[in-house]
């Protein structure tokens, strides 16, 4: 309640500013049943089926002149057990706790030029493993994160997948006949010693789209002492009728390592207000892991334009003997199968 009291105050106090202060959230809950070859079936409350939960406060003041400043404050929140996750404050080690603006937390300038961000912010390359491109996004048993996010080897375990911190970012304006692009660099704040660059990060994503068709191509590189991480990947989305066809490549690189995804997916408009999506993934390992693929099916019922009902079902096969790609964490035997279906839903304000 205090933090609501604070939130309305602090509106009020903007809007006297020219500006605007908004609480915002989504929370998403379902059930969740997991099985895996050589192991029980699990039953599960889950949290983020069908996007990810959170809370934040964010604003603007326009500054006269074309000009804008705005913030953004978003932490996560798993409905399931009321937790935050986990962050990364340097990009190299993982911590935990409470509340946290683990999800966005950053300061905005904007203008006829562009804007530039500082703070915790997505990567470019995260960027194309969401919904634009991908029929799932990295929510649910049909996530792109399950063979498109790296994997750890070598000593190296990457934080920087789908977020940085100490960012400093440039985006390209709207309005330049559909091109967009971002331009990030990263400290990993370390101290002097052989692993004082670990952290650091750059990246660059750029594109084009329009109402029916959206392409594009990014590359982030973070530096580890123990084995640099690269994550590539480009994608494209096109629209015909109700039917909107997908394809997505991604790379990632952790030392000496690589694994190499390639989806071909769909969302498929059914009525006002269902919506059935549908992706097959294969990846291929080169010094880790084993080879892979992900098929998934899903279903989304809009009841409101806040609230939905959802419904994924999704396997992944482990090629060889490979243990590591599994659904929900659903353990497995060598070279197994894992399975998982969901049910959940949705509600943003």
Known sequence: MEFVALAAA???VQAQQTGSVQLFGLVDVGVQQLKADGAGKRHLVTSDGNASGRIGVRGNEDLGGGLKVGFWLESAVLADDGTSGTISSNNKDSIGGGLTW??????QLSGDWGELRLGRDYVPSFLNLTVSLHPFGPNGVGSSGLLFYPVPANGTTPRTNARASNSISYFLPPGLGGVYAQVMLALGEQGDGPTHSDGQLQGIRIGWRNEAFNASVATTRTRYATGNYKQSNAGVAWQFGPVRLMGLWGENKVGTTKTTARMAGARWQVGPQGEVRFAYTTLSAKGVASDAS????????????????????????????????????????????????????????
């Open 294 to 349: 992900h098929i998934a099916l899903g279903y989304v019922h809009d009841l409101s334009k806040r609230t939905a009902l959802y419904g994924n079902a999704a396997r992944v096969n482990n090629k060889g003997t490979g243990v590591r790609f599994n659904v929900g964490m659903a353990t497995t035997v060598p070279g197994g199968n894992c399975r998982g279906a969901e049910l959940g839903v949705r509600h943003s304000f």
């Open 102 to 107: 683990g999800r966005r937390a950053t300061v």
């Open 10 to 12: 602090a509106a009020g």
